[in-house]
């Protein structure tokens, strides 16, 4: 018997969320089985603040500002293109909007989170985080980051790897929901030390042997990540670069023009940021395509 995937997407009712629940319903059409929820959360510290400062109204405006939220809500569900035979569900849920997403993905046991990468707050995002990047802080369940409006499935997908379980735990989670998609994987290798040696002077041509020896590990390393990957051979496609991840991994986007990026919560060293990996953090804010970023190695 199959087992019924479930599919969370959150909305503001903002532009980029729309996106995301448009994002959403191309994925549950690609799985009959898939059972999607459509979530509002209503502030409640702005229901606070209505409360305190018009006692008098404050019950009339909530209850109005509630049924509107609804309404919006069931309206976007009716809009999405559905399977046949499926549903879209929606939850309007009261308080802070962090707490309640991350409380109804692991109540739920929410395979996928999908989320618009920015909302209506966008300069108070820039300030303190977006609240895709502080969700991720709190839930290790799978989160997709949605930049782009949705015109297709995803075909091209960008994995940076890192040869991490975290890494591979991404990937078998992007085939899991996109089983006809192309993966290029990208390993972007550095020589230790590198910019010492050519500091202290160190011949050319010695760094490029270095180079090649760096090469030649990566490449042992990426035959035995691979062996750790439930994904089709004839899908997979081997990228080594020389230079910064980070700047390697944008320049490939743009080169192969990825639908998606899919990256692990952290990388190789769990401690090298609190709450997201440097790297998947900096392709999360500067990228062009959507994003996906599991937190667990299940």
Partial sequence: MTQTRTLLAATDFSAPARHALERAALLAQVHPD?????????????????RRMLPGDAVTLEARLLEQADKTLNELASGLATRPGGTIDTALVQGATLTVLADLVETRQIDLL???????????????????????????????????????????????????????????????????????????????????????????????????????????????????????????????????ATLRILEHEQTMDADLIVMGKHGQSMMEELLLGSVTRHVLTHSASDVLITGHTG
């Fill in 34 to 50: 898939t059972r999607l929820t459509l979530v509002h959360v209503v502030s409640g510290s702005a229901l606070d603040t209505l």
């Fill in 114 to 244: 999908v989320m618009g990468a920015r909302g209506t707050h966008f300069m108070v995002e820039l300030l303190l985080g977006s609240t895709t990047e502080r969700v991720l802080s709190k839930t290790r369940r799978p989160l997709l980051a949605v930049k782009q409006r949705p015109q297709s499935p995803y075909r091209r997908i960008l994995a940076p790897v890192d040869f991490s379980a975290h890494c591979a735990a991404a990937i078998n989670t992007a085939h899991a929901w996109l089983p006809d998609a192309d993966i290029v994987l990208l390993h972007a290798f550095e020589v230790e030390l590198e910019s010492t040696f050519q500091f202290a002077g160190m011949d050319d041509g010695q760094i490029h042997e270095y180079r090649i020896q760096a090469r030649h590990a990566a490449q042992a390393s990426m035959e035995a990540f691979i062996d750790t990957l439930h994904v089709p051979a004839s899908q997979l496609t081997r990228q080594f670069v020389h230079g910064t």
